[in-house]
T-cell receptor
Framework: DAKTTQPPSMDCAEGRAANLPCNHS???????VYWYRQIHSQGPQYIIH???NNETNEMASLIITEDRKSSTLILPHATLRDTAVYYC????????????FGQGTELSVKP | NAGVTQTPKFRVLKTGQSMTLLCAQDMNHEYMYWYRQDPGMGLRLIHYSVGEGTTAKGEVPDGYNVSRLKKQNFLLGLESAAPSQTSVYFC???????????????FGPGTRLTVT
């Protein structure tokens, strides 16, 4: 699995967009970028994933650079409930379901 | 749907005792996983299963055993608990990743285990 690098912490004002970066410069052509989040003391929650095209769902948007070496998770209107640790994970389908969690980014949404 | 449930939610063991953690899912998922999370760390995969009757080792399998006798259940056993196994244990499940729509892994609420 490719290694990912994320900032350890970020702040965001409530109602503003939260942009969480992730570097994955050694990503392989068949590896996807997944984002999960973990609200304090709870199990992680799947957010979104993508291969090379930008993706959007009801929770967030995922922007992947053309060279696929980095990506950004966007929470368009952050709320206090979005305060959590966000994990960027790179995984290929041929690697089964195994997820390799790094340290993640601790996002604090402030009023 | 209850999703992924874990039993028990909390447990305190003495060194050398044994116990079994139960994970159950009602989503008909093929894949199931056990992770542990130590304070301030990300999750680490202990064991996983790609289907009923199959198991495989993850990143940190030592000191643990697993069984998948039924598709909906995945058991994690500690034969002789050690203080180093004090952690929060999360179970997860997913569909076969390589087919159809990948909706990621669904996680249970966790089991907080303390070994004294």
């Amino acid at each position: 699995d490719a290694k990912t690098t994320q900032p350890p912490s970020m702040d965001c004002a409530e109602g503003r967009a939260a942009n969480l970066p992730c570097n994955h410069s050694t990503i392989s052509g068949n590896e996807y970028v997944y984002w999960y989040r973990q609200i304090h003391s709870q199990g992680p929650q799947y957010i979104i994933h993508g291969l090379k095209n930008n993706e959007t769902n009801e929770m967030a948007s995922l922007i992947i650079t053309e060279d696929r070496k980095s990506s950004t998770l966007i929470l368009p209107h952050a709320t206090l409930r979005d305060t959590a640790v966000y994990y960027c994970i790179v995984k290929g389908y041929n690697q089964g379901g195994k997820l390799i969690f790094g340290q993640g980014t601790e996002l604090s949404v402030k009023p | 749907n209850a999703g992924v449930t874990q039993t028990p939610k909390f447990r305190v063991l003495k060194t050398g005792q044994s116990m079994t953690l139960l994970c159950a899912q009602d989503m008909n998922h093929e894949y199931m996983y056990w992770y542990r999370q130590d304070p301030g760390m990300g999750l680490r995969l202990i064991h996983y299963s790609v289907g009923e009757g199959t198991t495989a080792k993850g990143e940190v399998p030592d000191g643990y055993n697993v069984s998948r006798l039924k598709k909906q259940n995945f058991l994690l056993g500690l034969e002789s608990a050690a203080p180093s196994q004090t952690s929060v244990y999360f179970c997860a499940s997913s569909f076969l990743p390589a087919t159809g729509t990948d909706l990621g892994q669904y996680f249970g609420p966790g089991t907080r285990l303390t070994v004294t």
